[in-house]
T-cell receptor, first 109, second 115 residues
Framework: AQRVTQPEKLLSVFKGAPVELKCNYS??????LFWYVQYSRQRLQLLLR??SRESIKGFTADLNKGETSFHLKKPFAQEEDSAMYYC???????????FGSGTRLQVQP | DTGVSQNPRHKITKRGQNVTFRCDPI?????LYWYRQTLGQGPEFLTY????????KSRLLSDRFSAERPKGSFSTLEIQRTEQGDSAMYLC?????????????FGQGTRLTVV
């Protein structure tokens, strides 16, 4: 069965501190991996995907197929990064997403 | 077209009543998805359309749930004989047929409360 584990429900850091949001997945085939973010009172939106290998808003995520992990990192957290973050693999066919339970990132001033 | 639109935003209904939600996807998107999200959890996949064809239904979708996308544009999700356990946020998403544009765009959701 497809499964996504985000072990931290809440991650609280101070502004300027490094951040790592963990994601481990169990998924058949070769999924595409995404991070979605939901800021307060806003809709769920894409943050980044593993195939584009981009840095978005200072965030990066490295896919480790051996460890089946896709951790999200940012070297210096900003207050505006406070949000709910979801890791979500997707099969390349129907592209339906399997979401983790999410990690709430709280960046304190 | 400013994105995926869902109506209503909130719905309160009595147990046993039927409810229907609507989703208008981004116009050029041929794929449409419904998800359900309960408190403290990530969204869970319910069903998926490619154009007007419903290609997959999750086991979460009981017989009381039905979804349609009659002309391959907007979609409706109906819940018959609602139960308190149906209380959740119902999310709609759409995505492009382009293989290089695989991201899903989400609506703001319909929050259902069954009393």
């Amino acid at each position: 069965a497809q499964r996504v584990t985000q072990p931290e429900k809440l991650l609280s850091v101070f502004k300027g501190a490094p951040v790592e949001l963990k994601c481990n997945y169990s998924y058949s085939g070769s999924p595409e991996l995404f991070w979605y973010v939901q800021y307060s009172r806003q809709r769920l939106q894409l943050l980044l995907r593993h195939i584009s290998r981009e840095s978005i808003k200072g965030f990066t995520a490295d896919l480790n197929k051996g460890e089946t992990s896709f951790h999200l990192k940012k070297p210096f957290a900003q207050e505006e990064d406070s949000a709910m973050y979801y890791c979500a693999p997707s099969d390349t066919g129907r592209r339906a997403l399997t979401f983790g339970s999410g990690t709430r990132l709280q960046v304190q001033p | 077209d400013t994105g995926v639109s869902q109506n209503p935003r909130h719905k309160i209904t009595k147990r046993g009543q039927n409810v229907t939600f609507r989703c208008d996807p981004i116009s050029e998107h041929n794929r449409l998805y419904w998800y359900r999200q309960t408190l403290g959890q990530g969204p869970e996949f319910l069903t998926y359309f490619q154009n007007e064809a419903q290609l997959e239904k999750s086991r979460l979708l009981s017989d009381r749930f039905s979804a349609e996308r009659p002309k391959g544009s907007f979609s409706t999700l109906e819940i018959q004989r609602t139960e308190q356990g149906d209380s959740a946020m119902y999310l709609c998403a759409s995505s492009s047929p382009d293989r290089d544009k695989t991201e899903a765009f989400f609506g703001q959701g319909t929050r259902l409360t069954v009393v």
